[in-house]
């Protein structure tokens, strides 16, 4: 979705408003202009984010994600599996090893300190999937079982560690 073009429209509108004045609103309305660019950006993203938000609650187990990729923002539909068959995409979600894929999902609330959450979206982020998935494969992964560790005696270590 280009969004350009509504920053532009605002930034318009903004020195409309202020050749409505004299030379000194005029010229604060030229100054905010640039300054108008970032933070309507930043206020169209976290609207759509919002409106996403409230379609995913709707779609639910479905989600919609929104992407920013460079200044224009992306939409990302997962449709619920049911949908599948009928015409629907299936969805993005990937089933986690040596798991049935039941068709079935549940929500669950979540809570991480704003820290924890920032890197594992950034880890999403990096990997181009949804935070949900990456949290969906940070959990499949912490389930799987480990090797067993073999307890050896008789042998000894000395040195540093770094």
């Known amino acids: 979705m280009q969004i350009t073009h509504h920053v532009e429209e605002l930034q318009r509108q903004l020195v409309a408003a202020g050749a409505a004045g ?6 604060q309305a030229e100054r905010l202009v640039t300054a108008l660019e970032p933070a309507a950006r930043l206020a169209i993203l976290e609207a759509l984010s919002e409106a996403a938000g409230e379609i995913t609650r709707e779609l639910a187990p479905g989600s919609v994600d929104v992407r920013l ?13 049911s949908d599948e068959g009928l015409g629907g995409v299936p ?3 990937p089933t986690p090893p040596d798991e049935p894929d039941d068709g079935s999902t ?5 809570r991480l300190s704003e820290t924890l959450k920032a890197r594992a979206e950034a880890a999403a982020a990096a990997e181009g999937i949804s935070l949900n998935t990456w949290l ?19 042998t000894s270590f000395t040195g540093w560690v770094r």
């Open 106 to 110: 549940s929500r669950t609330t979540l």
């Open 136 to 154: 969906v494969r940070a959990v499949s992964l912490a389930l799987e079982p480990r090797p067993a560790v073999r307890e050896s005696r008789g």
């Open 91 to 93: 969805s993005t979600t």
């Open 69 to 81: 990729r460079g200044r224009e923002v992306q939409f990302a539909v997962t449709r619920p599996a």
């Open 22 to 27: 004299d030379a000194a609103a005029q010229g």
